[in-house]
């Protein structure tokens, strides 16, 4: 595995052990050179889910495209990277687990806005108000009525 700070080509692994859900191995490398240490995951390889966007256009499903999504409205916020992977894992696997080969953005985006409504309501805020696309003042008060009196 090739060193993500210096570049060299060997390492060793530390320490090796499944993921929560045991879909993945968890390996903690040293680089023989730099002695810098890195995570790696090992997976299984799976045929592509196929993202069918808004426009109709279809890509493949990308994990660090919905992390990266998930992180911006996470921001500042006390959520560990930790419980946002888990989230993406969650919903990857549920994805997975539909043993549709497509699945739409909008069904995705909901979701995510399900598991962040639990893990943190200002996040699911901020998400919401980019993927709900809210044109005014109102319709995000109405979201935060709704969230208000869920409780």
């Not at 997976?43 to 911006?72: C, H, T, W, Y």
């Not at 549920?94 to 699945?103: D, F, G, K, W, Y």
């Not at 995705?108 to 805020?125: C, F, Q, S, T």
């Amino acid at each position: 595995m090739k060193c993500p700070y210096c570049g060299y080509i060997e390492d060793r692994v530390i320490d090796s052990r499944p993921t929560d859900e045991g879909s993945a191995i968890r390996r903690r490398r040293e680089c023989s050179k730099c002695l810098k240490r890195f995570t790696t995951y090992e997976k299984v390889e799976s045929l592509p889910i196929m993202v069918i966007k808004k426009d109709k256009s279809r890509q493949a499903f990308d994990r660090e495209k919905l992390l990266n999504g998930i992180l911006r409205a996470c921001e500042k916020r006390p959520v560990s990277i930790e419980q946002l992977e888990k989230l993406v894992d969650d919903i990857e696997s549920q994805i997975h687990n539909s043993l549709q080969r497509e699945v739409t953005s909008k069904d995705i985006g909901e979701m995510v806005m399900a598991k962040l409504k639990n893990l943190d309501e200002v996040a699911y805020v901020r998400f919401a108000s980019v993927y709900r696309q809210f044109k005014d003042i109102n319709t995000f008060m109405d979201e935060l009525r709704k969230l208000l009196n869920e409780k």
